[in-house]
């Protein structure tokens, strides 16, 4: 598998400044504040020349504020410090080095002052701020004695923060990261590539209430996200051959993107998804879910979190539901590293991972309850016959 492009919207944050303007303290301030919150936080720290002594003495600070990984990057190598193991990598794509090895939902950056990352600039009291561009700036820190709010703050309308407001810098930039990520594109992809083996028939085709379930579940996505942002994500199956005129033509209406790999369940669906759009948000269906609506899903979109790297729903007993899920595109690294490994156990592996998991509600439970079995499909139909008379 070709690597991910590295997202532009990943969710990070580089806290940069001349030497002395109090860049290493602010960061491992806003460490413990995210680990506070529930955040998995990882952090890169770019340097001229990664010293290994000096590393391990920084990335313990890192570790002990509640970094998940740590990274230290120079010109000619990477060097990425994982509990229990050190390695030296080339310097490719720090960020994906990092992504691979260790889940996190949110990258903090030491150092960067001419990356096109969004910024803190901490200033110096006697050097000021360094030459950048100044539309990736989200605020100004005057945290260290003697340095003072510049003057083209109120002139760029940037926030300047300083001791003891630490709280409001990090709140004043997660909510800017928060509305970015929410401008990026959302799309909805019904996911029809399964086997149905147990079922013994197309789940994706099956007959609910006079239609196709895959159809229903499309026409569903459309009331909520509106035309033209859902598509089919996988291989269709076999169309039936009693398939009526009108089903071929709305089947028509839909894109239908193939997996990205094989033997990888509805993931290698989903890893085709990011192979077709990477910087998309895709919320996605699985088609074995005859009961869900239109309030279900306004709920689970209504409790997005754009900083979490997916948002998802459980009953307060049994298993994950992965198939009814919002999924945002640094998700993919993680799909990407499991695939990599085996592609085993990806729901056991997800229970690790930061996620935004929510409680289902009581009177949306049953929008949650899959269908994989005839018997599953006759009680179906024989509770909606009840609910019709």
């Not at 096109?116 to 005057?142: M, R, T, Y």
């Not at 028509?252 to 077709?276: H, K, M, T």
Request: proline fraction near 7%.
């Amino acid at each position: 598998m070709e690597p991910a492009i590295s997202s532009p919207f990943t969710p990070s944050l580089a806290f940069c400044g001349y030497s002395g303007s109090g860049k290493t303290e602010l960061l491992l301030h806003c460490l413990k504040l995210l680990k506070a919150r529930g955040f998995s936080p990882a952090v890169l720290k770019s340097s001229s020349e990664v010293h290994v002594a000096i590393a391990s003495k920084d990335s313990q600070r890192f570790f002990d504020e509640g970094a998940v990984g740590v990274g230290f990057v120079d010109p000619a190598q990477v060097l990425l410090h994982l509990p229990g193991r050190d390695f030296f990598q080339r310097s490719v794509d720090s960020e994906l080095q990092l992504r691979r090895q260790v889940p996190f939902d949110i990258l903090l950056r030491e150092g960067g002052k001419q990356s096109s990352e969004w910024k803190v600039v901490c200033l110096h009291p006697s050097q000021g701020i360094p030459v950048l561009d100044n539309s990736s700036v989200l605020a100004f820190w005057a945290g260290v004695p003697g340095s003072k709010k510049p003057a083209m703050a109120d002139q760029l309308t940037i926030p300047c923060f300083g001791p003891g407001e630490e709280i409001k810098l990090l709140d004043h930039c997660l909510e800017k990261l928060r509305t970015m990520r929410r401008q990026q594109t959302l799309k909805a992809a019904v996911l029809v590539g399964g086997q149905s083996s147990r079922m013994g028939y197309p789940k994706a085709w099956m007959q609910i209430s006079g239609h196709p379930m895959g159809l229903k579940l499309a026409h569903l996505l459309e009331e909520l996200l509106g035309v033209g942002r859902v598509v089919f994500g996988g291989s269709l199956p076999p169309i039936p051959v009693d398939w009526s005129f009108s089903n071929h033509q709305e089947l028509e209406r839909y894109a239908v993107i193939p997996d990205r790999v094989q033997g990888f369940g509805p993931w290698g669906g989903l890893l085709g998804l990011w192979e077709s759009e990477p910087n998309t948000t895709w919320l996605v269906v699985g088609c074995d879910y005859p009961r869900l609506h239109l309030e279900a899903l306004e709920w689970l979109l209504s409790k997005r979190d754009p900083l979490r790297l997916a948002t998802l729903a459980r009953h307060q007993i049994g298993p994950l539901e992965t198939m009814i899920g919002i999924y945002e595109p640094g998700f993919r690294y993680l799909l990407e590293a499991a695939w990599l490994d085996g592609g085993k156990q990806i729901n056991r592996r997800m229970q690790q991972w930061p996620l935004q998991i929510l409680n289902v509600p009581k009177h949306l439970e049953v929008c949650w309850q899959g269908i994989n079995t005839p018997a599953d499909l006759e009680k179906l139909l024989q509770q909606t016959a009840v609910q019709q008379q």
